[in-house]
């Protein structure tokens, strides 16, 4: 079983920031791209930024300049340091990556369980 953990949410004030932190362990032979998806009240879940192998970044157009994904491959850990947060950052905060369990296997796609990050006004 692959197990994500995230950590790190919180309430904040608009203008601070916050490091949200997604490790993964279990039984893991490989790990793709990582990422962070959030789901604010009432909507869907998006996309925040992803993380590839290669250290290959993407961000969606509403955190770019302001939040920055890293990862660190050994630690199989994934980070997200949010910075100028605003009350439109409130959500719940999912980490995902794709997983390969053994040689030779599929990707699967795992999730984390979501940390909630609170930005009030």
């Known amino acids: 079983q692959v197990q994500l953990v995230e950590s790190g949410g919180g309430l904040v004030q608009a203008g601070e920031s916050l490091r949200l932190s997604c490790a993964a362990s279990?039984?893991?032979?490989?790990?793709?791209?990582m990422g962070w998806y959030r789901q604010a009240p009432g909507k869907q879940r998006e996309l925040v930024a992803t993380?590839?192998?290669?250290?290959?970044?993407h961000y969606a157009d509403s955190v770019k300049g302001r939040f920055t994904i890293s990862r660190d491959t050994a630690e199989r850990t994934v980070y997200l340091v949010m910075n100028s947060l605003n009350p439109e950052d409130t959500g719940v905060y999912f980490c995902?990556?794709?997983?390969?369990?053994?040689?030779?296997?599929?990707?699967?796609?795992?999730w984390g369980p979501g940390t909630l990050v609170t930005v009030s006004s």
């Open positions: 279990g039984s893991i032979y490989m790990i793709g791209i």
């Open positions: 995902y990556a794709r997983v390969v369990t053994m040689p030779a296997a599929a990707y699967s796609i795992q």
């Open positions: 993380i590839t192998s290669d250290q290959t970044t």
